[in-house]
């Protein structure tokens, strides 16, 4: 069974960068045609995707956050990452990693628990 | 970029009742809409894809349709397990972009 979990820090203060990592087991990262993703959800509000990776590193970003957003992969460790630049209070969410049911353009069927982090000094 | 919005946002019916849930896309989308299901505290779990196939797994009360910019959500006989927000998304092409989403609860 496939398992997504999100880790980083639950803190981070305003302007510095947010990192997350999200660690895949029951499958590898690598094996098959996905673009691995990153979506986040404000408390009490909706859903936000972030970006997503290709194993080969291949990205797309959303352009509302384009300019802060860096998405890497790790195929060595079965992991992919999140770097988010120059937080601020709007920042604060709980960040998810997830997998489409194929490929790229496609929902997501796994998620994982996601992790909240709130953006305060 | 293409803007989802669904109605309402909020809704309170009986238990058993029929509920409709509307998705509407600002550019025509063909079927490339997903819905989720968020129960309090959890994570969001795909209900529908393609518009209208039902995800393995999830009750056949679920039901979704449309194409093009109207979709609907129906749940035919709400239960009390179905307490959460459900969000419509598309992913037709990128930006992928959620609907603003519906909490439904129990009257």
């Known amino acids: 069974q496939l398992q997504l979990q999100e880790s980083g820090p639950g803190l981070v203060k305003p302007s510095e960068t947010l990192s997350l990592t999200c660690t895949v087991s029951?499958?590898?990262?690598?094996?098959?045609?996905?673009?691995w993703g990153w979506i986040r959800q404000p408390p009490g509000k909706g859903l936000e995707w972030i970006g997503s990776?290709?194993?080969?590193?291949?990205?797309y970003y959303n352009p509302s956050l384009k300019s802060r957003v860096t998405i890497s992969v790790d195929t060595s460790k079965n992991q992919f990452s999140l770097k988010l630049s120059s937080v601020t209070a709007a920042d604060t969410a709980v960040y998810y990693c997830?997998?489409?049911?194929?490929?790229?353009?496609?929902?997501?069927?796994?998620w994982g628990q996601g992790t909240l982090v709130t953006v305060s000094s | 970029d293409i803007q989802m919005t669904q109605s309402p946002s909020s809704l309170s019916a009986s238990v058993g009742d029929r509920v409709t849930i509307t998705c509407r896309a600002s550019?025509?989308?063909?079927?490339?809409l997903a819905w989720y299901q968020q129960k309090p505290g959890k994570v969001p779990e795909l209900l529908i894809y393609?518009?209208?196939t039902l995800q393995s797994g999830v009750p056949s009360r679920f039901s979704g349709s449309g194409s093009g910019t109207d979709f609907t959500l129906t749940i035919s006989s709400l239960q009390p397990e179905d307490v959460a927000t459900y969000y419509c998304?598309?992913?037709?092409?990128?930006?992928?972009?959620f609907g603003g989403g519906t909490k439904v609860e129990i009257k």
């Open positions: 997830a997998r489409p049911i194929s490929g790229w353009y496609n929902p997501f069927d796994y």
């Open positions: 029951g499958g590898s990262i690598s094996s098959s045609s996905y673009y």
């Open positions: 990776i290709y194993y080969s590193g291949s990205t």
């Open positions: 550019q025509g989308i063909s079927n490339y």
């Open positions: 393609a518009a209208s």
């Open positions: 998304q598309r992913y037709s092409s990128a930006p992928l972009t």
